[in-house]
Structures are given as structure tokens and as C-alpha cells.
């Protein structure tokens, strides 16, 4: 039957739920629609039950073929009876889902995980992957690669590995374990024991179909295609696994079983017979093997078809894969092949270009030409499976390996032309023997270990051997590794770095020559070409850094590693070395950097395990490995050694410190001390001045006497000036403001002494140069000094501060002081302005201005100062050559009375130059003086304090030193390993005795002089820091006298031992050459293990003090809290009787003479180097000595890191020492001090892991000061690690978003924390993103959905001024938010939906999701916007291409559609390899855009330099490179995919679209005002212009086009980029774009959209409008919105009609013509009445019971209760309490101007108003003033004008003059209902009221809409509202004037709408 003659979708049915689908079923095809219906599918279900089986199966072939994804939807969906021909659907159907349909994931993911769903449906999902596998062209690894990334996407893969067949089982479960799914062993194991001897014949019948040659018969004819060959790894664990069971089976299975171990050597070892080299059947290398890999033949989608698939697609999200195979899944490895950055030619290109349709994308066909090499072969691997060195290895790494020899010439494997001689044939014993020592190399003991050095040697050795087997020993092991280079990427990280060492070693020790050795250099550079951070760049690290001192003899190789685009993340001496070795030469000083892989780092986690276990060490070269790259060549005993990671860059002064009150506290600790009030109402006083504000200032005022007793206010005066009003400039008016209103003048004069004491605290500070926070602070202050005295009219006596003496003392000591004083007294006279006496030309200002223009005359004055000087003239209003400068500062006589207000700046004393070198390398090198100091003599100290970390005893290795020349190392360089065991475990016997005796002597000793010195003194913290700083010194002085002769002891017989070990037979001159080693290192590293026990006795010392002390703290503490100072009776009376004056101690604080000691205690810790630093507070680590070498890049910055942490510690008060964020805080300096020391990226990176987990531990419970200081701090240390001379944004933001991705559950969701790393940039948002939607799990992580939640709420609804954050950074997260609100059905987490209708009514518009394809493209354009790291010589492969293609489009040849040029161009990308995969085309568009953007810059600032330039030219300029782009963009778009695939095309244009809109956001973001429109405006218009032409091609996409514009727009709307809303506002009132948008597009689809545009202009608007802030740009801005609406009235007024409410719902209430303009649209095909007609019947017309469409869904923002409680009191007059509650529902806030939800009144208005009219009709009436009456509707009305306010009451009555517009049911309603209103009044006040908002909307400008006019007509002609009886008509003169004039000539008088 024709479904457009009858359709079940027509009828009311139970239909199929399809929200979830990306790609939804064509809603227009009728013949679709009918299988909406569950009923239809499950009547027939039932009748095929009942005979009707096979004719029902007929009918199901249609939706099979249309619309499977709605009918399995439909299937999964009804009553879950179970019927055969349901079951039969299914798995007819789940294969089209396996292989490349768009909804494939999420049909799978709700088919799977759906609730309701039967446990049979996951079998029938099983059975039918299964059955799609092994039916068809048999065991196609393709389809088994899709399934394996469907059972991961669906957690299906244990379930389905537990299933049958065996043969689908085992071939899964191997590809499983090549993609480290699952152990193959364990698994194999557990089967076999599970299902017995079926099992064991289902492996065997695998081995032999998957490797048939395992039987020992001939190859097969046909070769394998490599993607079917089983990798020799996971044939040698099945054998294993096999013959472990061969026993206990069949005697024929065994016999098999043995023939396959037998034969398996054969198989695994036969590329070595011949050399693969001279195979006869190797693929030319041109061809690409992963054709013969993928027999699944692909649609041949031409073009930009990978789009839909491609490399970030697929890998973003499992269900964009539009393709069967995509490359994850043919390669099944980590990193694929065409990652790779193709070569720039490509010889052999099998795909040439024929029309547009061979553009080849990242399918399989077109990888470059690169042939995978087989599957382990040529690998080292011995003949036997257990004995494979490599076996091992193998195992544990993924599938295939990556291809090889991407760029070279020749076949991969053919080493024939490199080594002649290595083309024999090796014997097996031969081949045994080079395998051997490979072996020895990775072994561990107790295996034979070789270090690499010892097979350097022998390589040498046997290299110009006489003996013929050794040579064949040398060649063979050569072309073994060579060889094997392949097979590298999959070795693990420790094999990985020992094998580079060893390649490295053989172009150092020269043991290769001539072509040999350009491919071994070759190799090195291939690897580090490879990303950064990868696999085989830290091989090409290690290796390099092996031979870099040949690299000066390879000047031209040098030039080649200097291009990689990565080289400046090289190690900086490697960075040195290529750089000098590009001249031929070697760096002048051979620095020498600890190389971090994480290959080295295994191997040293490789040792220390195994020393913990107290085994052997793990091999012999590891420690060689680690010295030899560590050692530094010392020239002279005095040479500056530069350390590992130092450029040789100037040094750059720190940069400037925050502003922070360190100074002051400081000073305040040390002054008497006032009465603190007790925490909370300290807490209380914060909060006051926290929300204080203009408009509550009285309130606050009286708080603050309600809380605060009079004995507190000095506290709060010194809180006021020294915690508010010095670090906080711009509220000085409004504390000035609170202290007026305070009108105490006991307290002000305490904010003023309090203000002169901090003054002179900062004046007499030490003037640092770099302090540049006292010097804020003291300007600060002295604005505030001038604000309360001179501008109050009040003076500054000279007793309190003389400013001329003051100036005269700044000139005289300097310009440190000028620096600070300057700033100080212009600051203060600044305020003099605003004063009646002390403003010019008052004497005394006069005299201070002579003073500073004397100063100004001085040559040498800095200009910053000069310049403080002219702006405070300025501000003055005084001329600098206007004033009489005197003589002052010249005034000798002046200067010998002068009275010092300044404090001489202190010195620092200089380190003398004579100290030893210290070198913090891996391995630091003492210089020969210090090694000859022997026991006897006081050693000289080596180490900072802080340079020793006792965290644990591995902390010592990067200190140990070892002399490489001392002879016993040079013949057995394998015993240094033993050095460092030797001092951990001489360290560990002595370190508990020697620290318990130790603290138990020095801490009576301490105790007791502490108690008696600090007796009288009232404040424990100064008691505290000094009993630190002697239990300190007399701790550490014990532990050296104590410790250090039995460590020289010690370490030397545990040397002894281990050597004696080691060399049991050891000749005599060897046992001597042991003494004498032994005795050199315990004396090179005594003082390294001396120092590490005392730091560890100091670092237990300072608690245990405290638990002493704990009592005198606690009294001090008591006795404070009771408002008294403590001092001890009993001290008291014995002091004052028995100690003589001189001698005597005081009340109050201790004794400066007294105090010099203990700073002296801190200054010098025996055994350590002095530090500078004398105030540090307890506990706390002294700072970095001056260091003996120039610091590097990064050291500033950890300095600079490290000085802002010690002031935020500073900050901290005494009372919170304790917190544990404070304690949190310690930790993180002492993390970073660790950082600094060693300067690697493994240190950076575990200071970073933990400043983001400190971050999101932190908890809003703890001292709101405190948790500020602490959050601070954290990103002040991520911040420096992201400086561009640390790590780089990138590295650091990736970083941080994997400790966030992988930190623990019970603080992964601090949604606090999270939006404040992503507030400061320090977040990568695409993985961020990716993570988040992942975590959800679909809803069942409710901690993940919550936490999600309420980011998108912070970030996308609250909008907290993230401007960088876009709905593109959180597109999955949305999504999936999206799906769960979708699928839950009424279990959704609370606030879930309403949060998704708020999204949607700020981007849902927008974004149909529906059409997830598109929308996804945009969203990944943008996120890629912002990716840097591009392949090396992209950039000038794009620039060459753009430069061609805009040569060729300008072309006279080109023709006006440029297809010629288009066809050869594309050509020119083919051969460019653009278009081999997505990401390469997407880095394309980027940077072509990128450029064409920077050639419009350099235009534009070319007319900035050069007014004369025609502007016109300019533009041409400009233009004539972006239009070319824009046409590119055009006909790729046109002409990508067959002319038919819109998708594809659609996909390309929001790809590119979305990049454009990524580069302007981060240029917007980045230049600010710098900004330019112009060429993104140009883009934008002329790429709209080019596919709106009336093309059939381009007709066809016409709507998606616009969508994907309106989606752009809407992105770029004025709140997120302002500086782009000229052109943006241009773009959108563009002619096309608005004709195209409300007129062509059929179904006013493109209507919806539109309206969002509009809504995010007047959303930009608002505020301006609301506060009537016109500056220039926005009169612009207004002026040219209202011509827009002007438009849109005169062309489209039912676009106006429709969607009026939700433009008024935006529009400020004030912005009365707007929305007139809005309101006075009508339909075209409306005739109005005229208004001023006499006696119009208005409930007439025809129209006036015709309801109006309104388009906008107003009842979205009622809160569920409230709209609830609404319906229920309409129909029923209950519950009681809503109308008395109504008012407090509306309210939302005490601030007058925002007191209401305006969006919720407009929205209760207008929805009460058509329920009432519903409920009207519903009784047969019509509204009018006698039917609206005595009803719930008007109940609520009439209470709302009562009951509200004056504001309230004014936004009720507008919501109700915005429905009066053109005749219609609601305009006719409300009409009555304001005139009902304004009858019933009970006040004149309302009626005033209803005037206003009637009269305030006619006096404007015409047009006025209809309704409104009729409405006031009817008002003051109708007698019966008594009009002109009230008062307020007479108040104003218009009024009157209605009276006698009548109202059309009134209005008519008004200026039309031309003047707009």
C-alpha cells in the first residue's frame, strides 16, 4: 500500500525511541516511517507464531535493507517475549553493525548494555560476530580487528573470549594478547584446564590453517598475506602452552603437537636461510602491503571520504568509524605507519590523480612506500623457542611491526650492498656464538652478563682479528643488529636503552665504515625524527649521546639533527655538541648530561630493586652506562663547571615577584604584638571586608560593631591596613568610604598610626633591587596615607613622617631608595587634588613639587622615576616647567642634621671565589683538591643544606662521586656498580644509632638554654624558630663528630668485600689496587654519607624539640587567649635578685645580642655551606647558596619558584604552622628545591604529579586565607614548569592532564580544583574531554556524571569569564551528558535534564545532534586549531603549496572556475603526500589559514607605517591571497567524494570551518586589541558566497551548509570573541545569508538558528544597554542592530512574530524602541484595523480568536516544583500557600536593579495568560472583560500587582505589554487584562504604574505595535476607568497635551522610523 495514503506513523503508536542515533532515518521517507511503529513489529512477530513464519520474513526485507538501525532499536525495544523470528532478526542484523554503518557503536553499546535487556541478546551478539568472521571469505583478520575494538569498546572481550567456536576463540585471543589485552599463556592455560583435549584440537587445527608450514611440509604456493601470518611470539607461547599438555593427550594429537615444536625453529628462524635480503619473492617496496593485509574490499570514497574515519576521528571516538577497517585496526600497533610524516616525493605513486575522484585519503591503499616487514623475522632469535633472547621481550609488545626504511632507497632487509662479506652464509655455530653475547648483554645474574663497554672491546677485538671465526663472529653480530633495527619500537624500555648504548658504541669506537656507517647514522637519525617523547627518539638520545664526540668529524649530519623539528627539547649539551659540531668542532667546555629515557630509568629501577632484595646487581654496564655518559672533564682546579641542561645564553635577572606583605609580617612578629580576637570572629571580620561593596555598606558597618568588642579594633586596624589596604589599591575609596560611615574617631586614628608604623617598617626594609613587592606595598600605602589625611583635609606632621627629609635622605643614599621613595610621595600627593587645603598652590604641596622637580632636573635619574614625577604633575593639573626647583638636595647643611627615616641597604657578603667546584650532575666530579684532605683535618664542606635529600637512601646517587681515573675502574670498569651499594649500606648500619645518640645529647643541651633565654618572652613562634635553629646546629655538629671516622671505615671494608667478591682469584698488585680504590672513594664520598645522617637527625630533631616544648607553647598561647602577656614568676624573680643588669634578662622579647647567636646557629650548620638566609621560619629548609656556576634557563625559574614559596610560607601565621596544608606546602618547596637540583624532565615531572594531586586533595574545609595561599602556590610551580624556557606549555598541559586522567577516585572530582587548572590554561581540553565522556560509562559512574555536571555548569552556563573555554572543548563530555539525560527516562541524576535544556537553550539551536558527523568535524577543527607540534617540513610544504596554488588561481589560464588549475593542483598535494591521511589534510587548512592570516597582518601594519598607502590597495592585498584560499576550500568541497556522498562533503566543509574558527579564537585570545577582523571576515563571506552559487552540487547540501554557518556563527558569537562583532554582525545580515536562512530554505528549518543568532547579539548587548554605557563602538554596534531588525520587519515580520518572546526575553527592560520594533510585527497577509478608528470592535475581528505561534519553549525555565504547583492551583486553587509564596519564588536576590528572574515572570505571564484563554474557550466564551475575571489566572495576576515591589511590578506589567502586538487571541486577552488590572487597582501606585508602561513605549520613535495602542486608547476614552480623575495625568505636561490633542496627530508628531 502507497505509505503516502496510509502510514502507520500516522496514528497514535508506541514508537520506536531513536534519540540515541548519531545518523537518525530520514524523516520525510514515509515509507521508513512506518516501521516507527512497536505495534506494527510486534503484531507481526506474533503472526509469524502463528503460521505466517516465512511471508512476515518478506515484509522485515525492506527495514533489513533502509532502516536496520531503527529496527533493531525496535526489536530491542518491545516486549521482551522471545520469538524465533526476533532471534533470527537480530543476528541478521548485528553483521551490518559490525561492519561500517554510522550508528554501529551506539547500537551495539544499547543492544549490549541496554537496561531490559535478556542475557540472550549478548549471545546472539557473540554468535553473530562469530559467525561473520568465519563465514565468507574465511578468518579475515579485518573483520576479527573490528571485532576486537567493538568487544573493548563494550568491556564484551572476557564474555565473548569464554565462548565458541574455539576457532573464533583462539584466532581473537591471539590478537588480543599482540594488543597487551590479555596474557596468551595464562589464558591458553586456563582453557586447557577448563575444556581438555577439544581445546587442545581447536589450537592445533589453528597452527596449522594459520601457519601451515609448522608441519614441516612445503611452503605453501600462494604466499600468506602478512596480515595472516602469526607472529612468531605468539607461536612460540601456544607451542609452549601445547607441549606442557602433550602428555596428557591422544597419542596422534602428541605426536602432532611434538612435529610442531619440532619444525617450529625452522619456521621462526627462516628469514636467517638465506638473508631476507636475497629472498627471491620480496614486494617491491612501493607497493603497499597493507593492501594484501585488508581482502575486506573498502569503497573507493575519494577524496576528503576519510573524514568520517580518519586518524584523530577514529581515535577520538570508536563510533565515528565509518569504515570496516580503519588503520588502527589493520596495524594493531601503538604507533601506525602513517603517523609517520610521509617523504616528500613519492616515486612510485600507485595511485595516480584522475579527476578528483582518485584522491586518496587514509585508506589502506595509500601509505607511501614503506613494506611492513614480517613478523619477527630477521630478528635475533635462536633456533629453539627457549632459547630466544628476544622471546622474552617479544612477547610482551604488540602486533605487527611498523614499517622500516620509510625514506630509503633500498629493500629493507638487504644489507648485501652494505656489508659484501656479511652476504655468506654463517654457520650455526657461528650464528650461536654472535646470539650469545647479544644474550649476555640483556641477561640478569646469575646468568653470564657482558657490559656493553666489555662487547665493544671484543667487537674491536675480533674486528681485526687474525682468526677467521672471530671476523665471521664480528660480521655476523653486525648484520644481526643491524638487522634488527626493525623490531626496535617493541622492545621494552630497558633492552631498548642498553641496545641504543651498544649501537652508539659502534660508531664511537669507529667498528663500521663507509655505507655501514651512513646507515647506522642514518638509523640514529631516523629515530630522532621520531616524536618527541617517543619510543625510538629516546634510542636515538641514548645513541647519540654515545658517540657525540665524533660528531664534530660529521659536520653535514650535524645540520641534519639541527632541523628536526624537536631538537630544541634535545638534552642541552646534546643541543651543544650539534651545534659545534656543525663547525667542525668540539663545545669548549665538555659538558657532559645525564641522559633520562625511560629506558635508563627502568635500569636503574632495574638495580635498586635489585639490591633491595639484596641480590647481585642487575648487570654489570648498567652503572657503566651511567657514568660513562655522566663524567665532566675538569680543566683547572678553578674552571666554573657548567652543569648538565646550561645554554649558553646570557643570564637573565628573576623575574618579578607578586605582591605580598612578607615585610610586614615580619616586622609585625617582631614589634609587640596587639590582642587577636579568637579565630572566628577574625573569620567574621574577613567575610565583611570580603563582600564589602558601595551598596551594603551600612549593613556591613553595623556587622562589624555587632561582632567586634573596642578591645579588638586595633587588631582590626592593623588587619585593615596591613592584610587589606596595602595589597588592595583599587578599594581604597571604599575601606576610606567604610571608615567614614564607621564615624569612630578612636579607630581611625589606629588605621593612621597603624599605616605610619607599616610606612616605616617598609622604608627601613633591605631595598633589594629585585623586591619589587615592598615596593608596591609602599606605594599602596601611600595612597592610602593621602586618601585619610590630605584628601580629609587633614595634615602629615613632621613628627610623623617629614617627606622633603625624606627626599633629600632617598637622593643622597642612592637610587635603590630613589626607587622606593619617589613612587612613595607622589602616591601621597596625588591625593592633595581632592583636598581644599592641601591642593596647589598650598605651601607645603608646593615646596614637596620643587623638591621632585629639583629631582627631575638630575641627569641620571631613572626615567621610570621621571615619569612618576610628570603623570603627578598631571594629575595635579600642574606644568613641570612651571615649578622652582631649589637647592635642596645640593644643601650640605641640610644633610649633617638630616634625621635618617631610611636604614643603610645591608650588603651581601660575597662567597669568596676560592670555594671548591661543585657539580650536581648525575655523577659530580670533586676537582683533585679537595681529595686530598685527610681524616685528621676538618674537611671543607661540599653541600648545601638543601642540596641533601633524606627522603630515602637512593637519594644519594645522584651525589656519589667517582674518580674514572682510578686504575682498578680502568681494567674492571663492571666494579663501580659496587660503589654505590657499598655507601648505602655503610650508611645504613650507622644512620639509627648515630641520629638516636645524637638528638638524645643536643637536646637537653638545647632545652635548657632555650627555657632559660626565652623565659620573659611572651611569643612562643620566636621561641620555637630559635630552638630550631641550635637543635639544628648542635645536632648536625654531634652526628659529623660522631659519624664520620666509622663511615671512612665503614664504606671502605664494604668496597673491599664486594670487590674480593667480585674478582675472587685477584692477583696481589690487584688486591692492591683494591685498597687503594676503596680508600679514594670512602674519602671522595665520606662527606656526601656524613652529610646525609645529619640532615636526617636534623630533619627528626626539629619535632621531637617541639614535643618538648609543646608545654611552654601552650602557656604563652593561654596566657594570650586571656588577654595577658606570660612571663615566667619564677625566672623573673631569680633574674632580678641574682643576674646583674648588664647580664639580665627582660620582659619582653629577647636580647638582639642574644638573638645573633641563634642566627647564627641557623647561618652555619656544621658540615654544610653557610647559607645567607637569617629570618627562615622553623622547620624550613635554608635557602640555595650563591651557586659557583652560572645558572641555566630553568634554575631561574625553580629559583624564582622557590623565593615565592618561602614569602607564601613567610605569610603564613604562627597559628596555622601546624595545618597540614601548611605541612603540604613544605613538602611541595622541598619538591621543587629536588627539581632544581638535578634539572630533569623525570623530577619536573613528579613535582608536577604532585602540585595538580596537592591541587585536588585541597578542601574548601580549611582556613579560607590559607586555602587561597595553598592553591596559589600549587599553580605558581605548574606555571613555572609551563614557562617556555622549562617545558613548554605543551608538554606541561598534556602532563597535567594525565595526572588528572589516571589520579585516584577520591579526589579525581574536585570540580574546584579542575576548573582552576583549566581557568589558567594548564589543561590539554581535547584528551581532558575524551577522558571525561569515557569515565561516565554511559551513567553508570554517578561520581563521573555529578562531577561532569558540574563542569559544564561552571564553564558553558555560569560562563565565569572562560572565554577560552568553548562548547567545542566539552563536545563529548555534552554528548554523553546528553545521551544519559536521553536514555535514563525519568531515572536521570538529579538537575541532569534541566541542565540540558539550559545547554540547549544556548547551543542546541544550533546543533542539530542528530547529525553527530558534522558537528563533530567542527568541533575537532577547532580543538586542532591548537595544535603546534607538527611533522617536520610541513609548514614549508604548505607555504610552497599555497604560493602555487594562489599563483595559479590569479593565472590567466586558470579560467573563472579554476577547475584546470584545481586538477593539477591537487596533483601537487598528492605528490606533497597532503592527502595522505586526516590529520596531515587537517595540519594543511591550519596552516594555509595561519598564513593567509599573517600576510594580512604584515599588510595591514605596512599602512600603519606608511599612511600615505592606499587602503584600497592594501585590502587588495590583502584579498588576493584569501580569496584564492577560499576557493580552495570551495572545490575540495564540491569535488571531494562522488558526486552523490553529501556526507562527505559536508564533513570537509565543518572541518574547515572549524579550524578557521579555532585560529581566530587563540589569535583573538593571544593579540587581544591587536585583533584584526578582516581577513576571517573575508574567509567567512566569501566562502559563504562561493557555496550558496546556484550549483546542483552545491543546491544538494544547501541546508547542511547553513547549518554548518549558523554553527560558526554561533560559536564566534560577541561573548566569546568581542573583537570579531563588527564583522560579525556583518556576516549575519549579510543579503544571502539571511534570504537563504528565513526565505529559501524549505520548512523554516533555517528560522530556529537564526533566532539563536539574534539571541546572542542582544545577549552582547544587554549589559551595555541595560546600564546605558554607549561608548562609540557600541552606539556602532546598536545603530546597527536595530537596522537589522529593520530589515527583518520589512522583509520577514512573521520571523518576528514567531519568535518574539524569546528576543524580548533578552532584551533589558530599558531598551524600549527595540523592543517596539520586535512588537510591532504582523503577517503580510494581515490587513490591520486602524486603532484610532471610532468605536472599533475589537472582539470582532476575525483574527482576535486565532492564536499566535510562538516558537520559543517559555516554560523551560520553570523549575519542575514551581510549574507543578502553577498547574495545580489553575485547576484546583491549591496548594493554598502559592500565591502568598509567589513573590519569594520570582525573587532572586536583595540587589535593587536584579531583585527578579525577569526570564521567569515573562514566562508565568505569558503561560498563565494561555491557559486562561484555553480555559475561556473551553467554556464557550471569548476573552473579555467579563469572562477574564474571577478566575486563578487573574488571581495570580492581580496578586502579582499588589504584592510585588515597585521593581517587581514594573517587570510584570512589561511582560504583559510585550504580548500586545497584532490582532490575536493573546493580544485581545491581555489587553483586557491590563485594563481589568488598572479598574481593579487598590492604588493609585499601580495605575501610575500601568501608565507608564503603556505611555513610556508610545512617546518613543514609531513603529508602535497595534495592540498596544488599542489597549491605550481604550484606557483614556472609555469613561469608566476615570483616566483623567487621578493625579499623576497632571504631573507632566505630554499627558496633559493627549487631552486636548487627539492621540494619532500626537503620535503622529513623533519622528518616524527614518531617523534610525
Known sequence: MNPDIFCFADYPCHTVVTDILKAPPEDDNREIATWKSLDLIETLLRLSELGQYEQVKQLFNFPIKHCPDMLVLALLQINPTWHTLRHELISTLMPIFLGNHPNSAIILHYAWHGQGQSPSIRQLIMHAMAEWYMRGEQYDQAKLSRILDVAQDLKALSMLLNGTPFAFVIDLAALASRREYLKLDKWLTDKIREHGEPFIQACVTFLKRRCPSIMGGLAPEKEQPKSAQLPPETLATMLACLQACAGSVSQELSETILTMVANCGNVMNKARQPPPGVMPKVRAPSTSSIETMSPVQIDPLSGMASLTIGGS?????????????????????????????????????????????????????????????????GGLALPTVNTDPFGQRKMSTSGLNPQTFQQSKMKPSDLSQVWPEANQHFSKEIDDEANSYFQRIYNHPPHPTMSVDEVLEMLQRFKDSSIKREREVFNCMLRNLFEEYRFFPQYPDKELHITACLFGGIIEKGLVTYMALGLALRYVLEALRKPFDSKMYYFGIAALDRFKNRLKDYPQYCQHLASIGHFLQFPHHLQEYIEYGQQ????????????????????????????????????????????????????????VTRPSGVSFKKDVPPSINTTNIETLLVATDQAERIVEPPENIQEKVAFIFNNLSQSNMTQKVEELKETVKDEFMPWVSQYLVMKRVSIEPNFHSLYSNFMDTLKNSEFNKMVLTETYRNIKVLLTSDKAAANFSDRSLLKNLGHWLGMITLAKNKPILHIDLDVKSLLLEAYVKGQQEMLYVVPFVAKVLESSVRSMVFRPPNPWTMAIMNVLAELHQEHDLKLNLKFEIEVLCKNLALDINDLKPGTLLKDKEKLTNLEEQLSAPKRESKIPEELPVVVTTAAPVTPATTTTCTSTVPPQPQFSYHDINVYSLAALAPHITVNPNIPLFQAHPQLKSYVRQAIERAVQELVHPVVDRSIKIAMTTCEQIVRKDFALDSEESRMRVAAHHMMRNLTAGMAMITCREPLLMSIATNLKNNF????????????????????????????????????????????????????????????????????????????????????????????????????????????????????????????????????DDIAQIYDKCITELEQHLHAIPPTLAMNPQTQALRNLLEAVVMARNSRDAIAALGLLQKAVEGLLDATSGADPDLLLRYRECHLLVLKALQDGRAYGSQWCNNKITRCLIECRDEYKYNVDAVELLIRHHLVNMQQYDIHLAQSMENGLNYMAVAFAMQLVKFLLVDERSISHVTEADLFNTIETLMRISAHSRGNAPEGLPQLMDLLRANYEAMMDRAHGGPNFMMHSGISQASEYDDPPGLREKAEYLLREWVNLYHSAAAGRDSTKAFSAFVGQMHQQGILKTDDLITRFFRLCTEMCVEISYRAQQEQQHNPTANPTMIRAKCYHNLDAFVRLIALLVKHSGEATNTVTKINLLNKVLGIVVGVLLQDHEVRQSEFQQLPYHRIFIMLLLELNAPEHVLETINFQTLTAFCNTFHILRPTKAPGFVYAWLELISHRIFIARMLAHTPQQKGWPMYAQLLIDLFKFLAPYLRNVELTKPMQILYKGTLRVLLVLLHDFPEFLCDYHYGFCDVIPPNCIQLRNLILSAFPRNMRLPDPFTPNLKVDMLSEINIAPRILTNFTGVMPPQFKKDLDSYLKTRSPVTFLSELRSNLQVSNEPGNRYNIQLINALVLYVGTQAIAHIHNKGSTPSMSTITHSAHMD?????????????????????????????????????????????????????????????????????????????????????????????????????????????????????????
Open 313 to 377: 576521528a577514529a581515535s577520538l571516538t570508536p563510533s565515528m568509524q565509518g569504515f570496516t577497517t580503519n588503520l588502527s585496526s589493520a596495524f594493531n600497533t601503538p604507533q601506525s605507519p602513517a603517523k609517520a610524516f610521509p617523504p616528500l616525493s613519492t616515486p612510485n605513486q600507485t595511485t595516480p590523480f584522475s579527476g578528483i575522484s582518485g584522491l586518496p585519503s587514509q585508506l589502506p591503499g595509500s601509505l607511501g612506500t614503506g613494506s611492513l616487514s614480517g613478523m619477527g623475522t
Open 584 to 639: 667542525s668542532r668540539d663545545p669548549p667546555v665538555k659538558m657532559q648530561g645525564s641522559i633520562t629515557t625511560p629506558g635508563s630509568i627502568a635500569l636503574a629501577q632495574a638495580q635498586a630493586q635489585a639490591q633491595a632484595q639484596n641480590k647481585t646487581p642487575l648487570t654489570r654496564q648498567v652503572s657503566a652506562i651511567v657514568t660513562t655518559s655522566t663524567t665532566t672533564t675538569v680543566t683547572k682546579a678553578t674552571t
Open 1060 to 1191: 674480593a667478591t667480585a674478582l675472587r682469584t685477584a692477583s696481589p698488585q690487584q688486591r692492591e689496587m683494591m685498597e687503594q680504590a676503596a680508600a679514594q672513594i670512602a674519602q671522595d664520598n665520606c662527606e656526601l654519607a656524613c652529610c646525609f645522617i645529619q640532615k636526617t637527625a636534623v630533619e627528626k630533631a626539629g619535632p621531637e624539640m617541639d614535643k618538648r616544648l609543646a608545654t611552654e607553647f601552650e602557656l604563652r598561647k593561654h596566657a594570650r587567649q586571656e588577654g595577658r602577656r606570660y612571663c615566667d614568676p619564677v625566672v623573673l624573680t631569680y633574674q632580678a635578685e641574682r643576674m646583674p643588669e648588664q647580664i639580665r634578662l627582660k620582659v619582653g622579647g629577647v636580647d638582639p645580642k642574644q638573638l645573633a647567636v641563634y642566627e647564627e646557629f641557623a647561618r652555619n650548620i656544621p658540615g654544610f655551606l653557610p647559607s645567607n638566609d637569617i629570618s627562615q621560619p622553623t622547620g624550613f629548609l635554608a635557602k640555595p647558596m650563591q651557586q659557583a656556576w652560572a645558572t
Open 1836 to 1956: 495570580i495576576f492581580q496578586n502579582l500587582a499588589v504584592d510585588l515591589d515597585t521593581e517587581g511590578r514594573y517587570l510584570f506589567l512589561n511582560a504583559i505589554a510585550n504580548q500586545l502586538r497584532y490582532p490575536n487571541s493573546h493580544t485581545h486577552y491581555f489587553s483586557c487584562t491590563m485594563l481589568y488590572l488598572f479598574a481593579e487597582a487598590n492604588t493609585e501606585a499601580i495605575q501610575e504604574q500601568i501608565t507608564r508602561v503603556l505611555l513610556e513605549r508610545l512617546i518613543v520613535n514609531r513603529p508602535h505595535p497595534w495592540g498596544l495602542l488599542i489597549t491605550f486608547i481604550e484606557l483614556i476614552k472609555n469613561p469608566a476607568f476615570k483616566f483623567w480623575n487621578h493625579e499623576f495625568v497632571h504631573c507632566a505636561p505630554e499627558i496633559e497635551k493627549l487631552q486636548l490633542i487627539p492621540l494619532s496627530k500626537y503620535l503622529t508628531r513623533a519622528p518616524g522610523c527614518s531617523s534610525l
